[in-house]
């Protein structure tokens, strides 16, 4: 749980507890309540051993929340965007995140089909902004014959061929 993992800003344990804040938070973000990204809970300490199946049951409320007529249309959060743009960018980041977390295990990770095209549209609209806000890094170099996961991941500013060591 304390290895590292290619979100520098997070070890594999602080990354668990961040996915589980963005499926509750962007879960409200849904239903366009407010939410409070201020600090994490660590739900991992709170769930024990049952922290896997608790995200499960989270991840499926966020999934059950952006269903429901109406989550897409209008504005949410605190910044007042477009919920579908909110709704992208909650499957931006658990796509990147759950490449991160495969990674520090050395496991393999192919992402749903046809979402990979979809956030490099996203990610291509974002990327000035969240590079002002330190929410991406600056590119990493691909080489020619990336894969499409390989360009969103290094649009992200991750390294596409991070390993654990």
Same mark, same amino acid.
């Given at each position: ?83 579908? #743009? ?34 490099? #549209? ?44």
């Amino acid at each position: 749980m304390g290895g590292p993992t290619p979100c520098a800003e997070y070890d594999v344990r602080a990354l668990l507890n961040h996915l589980f804040q963005v499926v509750v938070a962007f879960r409200s973000l849904a239903a366009k309540k407010e939410v409070d990204f201020s600090s994490t809970p660590d739900r991992l300490g709170e769930y024990g051993p049952q922290w896997p199946d608790r995200f499960a049951d989270a991840s499926a409320q966020l999934v059950e929340a952006w269903a429901r007529p109406g989550a897409e249309d209008g504005l949410t959060g605190g910044m007042q965007l477009p919920a579908r #743009t909110v709704g992208a960018m909650v499957l931006l980041d658990l796509t990147v995140h759950a490449w991160d977390v495969a990674r520090a295990a050395g496991r393999p990770y192919t992402p749903a089909e046809g979402c990979v095209a979809e956030l490099r #549209t996203l990610v291509a609209q974002m990327a000035p902004t969240a590079r002002k806000m330190n929410v991406f890094a600056e590119p990493a170099p691909v080489p020619p014959g990336a894969s499409d996961l390989e360009v969103l991941l290094a649009e992200t500013g991750r390294d596409p061929h991070w390993t654990a060591g």
